[in-house]
């Protein structure tokens, strides 16, 4: 108990999946949680984390807008007083043969997957300097590290996340702040339901996968956790993979 004891943690993407479940862990550790998300549903997140004894609030927010994250940023500063910890999770799959992509889904995907981690990482310098540092952790995939059919456009969008860390972390390093990604195998969530679904194609997806199965949203939040608190200090600019031995081979 207390990893991240009195933290200030924003969580993006906080409705389900990886990003509740990192929430609530966060919060189970003693992180004081801004859970954010497009999604309504996060105010329930929200509420089992209260109901928890912990302390936690819901803000609506489109990562893709800087208006919405000045507005995440604001209301964070003034409710908690700055920001510790950022995870960047908010994210969208495509699996689609490359001639079948549009441009529009192209862009959109690198809106959402992209330029979300862009512009949150940004807004989080400014209120972690006030608190002499933090730690980013932006949610990439093992798709970021390896090709796979039908993946091209998400692939490309998480090799970019892994490389702009990089990127992020050698000019904030010098601030106190860490930024690494964190790289999930295939996990059992709702983004991922319809790949395991289907016997042959959840074959198929966990083929390389050492364990022989898919990880969970607490398995990730575990990871997240450890990259967030001060465990993890001389951890920064790398690229945290978690996928039951997916990239082994």
Not at 20 to 31: D, F, I, M, V, Y
Not at 41 to 62: M, N, R, W, Y
């Given at each position: 108990?207390?990893?991240?004891?009195g933290?200030?943690?924003?969580?993006?993407?906080?409705?389900?999946?990886?990003?509740?479940?990192?929430?609530?862990?966060?919060?189970?550790?003693?992180?004081?949680?801004?859970?954010?998300?497009?999604?309504k549903?996060?105010?329930?997140?929200?509420?089992?984390?209260?109901?928890?004894?912990?302390?936690?609030?819901?803000?609506?927010?489109?990562v893709?807008?800087?208006?919405?994250?000045?507005?995440?940023?604001?209301?964070?500063?003034?409710?908690?007083?700055?920001?510790?910890?950022?995870?960047?999770?908010?994210?969208?799959?495509?699996?689609?043969?490359?001639?079948?992509?549009?441009?529009?889904?192209?862009?959109?995907?690198?809106?959402?997957?992209?330029?979300?981690?862009?512009?949150g990482?940004?807004?989080?310098?400014?209120?972690?300097?006030?608190?002499?540092?933090?730690?980013?952790?932006?949610?990439?995939?093992?798709?970021?590290?390896?090709?796979?059919?039908?993946?091209?456009?998400?692939e490309?969008?998480?090799g970019?996340?892994?490389?702009?860390?990089?990127?992020?972390?050698?000019?904030?390093?010098?601030?106190?702040?860490?930024?690494?990604?964190?790289?999930?195998?295939v996990?059992?969530?709702?983004?991922?339901?319809?790949?395991?679904?289907?016997?042959?194609?959840?074959?198929?997806?966990?083929?390389?996968?050492?364990?022989?199965?898919?990880?969970?949203?607490?398995?990730?939040?575990?990871?997240?956790?450890?990259?967030?608190?001060?465990?993890?200090?001389?951890?920064?600019?790398?690229?945290m993979?978690?996928?039951?031995?997916?990239?082994?081979?």
């Open positions: 108990m207390g990893r991240v004891e933290k200030i943690c924003i969580v993006t993407g906080a409705a389900n999946g990886i990003g509740k479940a990192t929430a609530q862990r966060l919060a189970s550790e003693g992180g004081k949680i801004v859970a954010t998300d497009i999604d549903e996060c105010q329930k997140t929200v509420d089992e984390i209260v109901d928890s004894g912990g302390e936690a609030i819901f803000l609506p927010h489109d893709t807008k800087e208006k919405d994250w000045d507005m995440v940023i604001e209301q964070c500063s003034s409710r908690f007083g700055g920001l510790d910890v950022l995870i960047n999770n908010a994210g969208v799959l495509l699996m689609k043969p490359l001639q079948e992509t549009s441009l529009e889904e192209w862009n959109e995907i690198f809106r959402v997957n992209v330029t979300s981690i862009f512009l990482t940004k807004f989080a310098f400014e209120p972690m300097c006030t608190r002499n540092g933090g730690s980013i952790v932006n949610l990439s995939s093992i798709y970021g590290l390896v090709g796979a059919p039908m993946a091209a456009a998400y490309a969008s998480k970019a996340i892994r490389l702009f860390t990089k990127g992020a972390a050698t000019e904030y390093a010098a601030h106190g702040i860490r930024v690494n990604s964190l790289h999930p195998g996990i059992d969530t709702p983004m991922a339901e319809h790949l395991l679904e289907d016997t042959e194609i959840k074959n198929a997806v966990l083929g390389p996968t050492l364990l022989g199965r898919a990880g969970t949203a607490d398995e990730i939040a575990n990871a997240a956790l450890y990259l967030a608190s001060d465990e993890s200090s001389f951890v920064v600019g790398t690229e993979v978690v996928d039951g031995g997916y990239t082994c081979n």
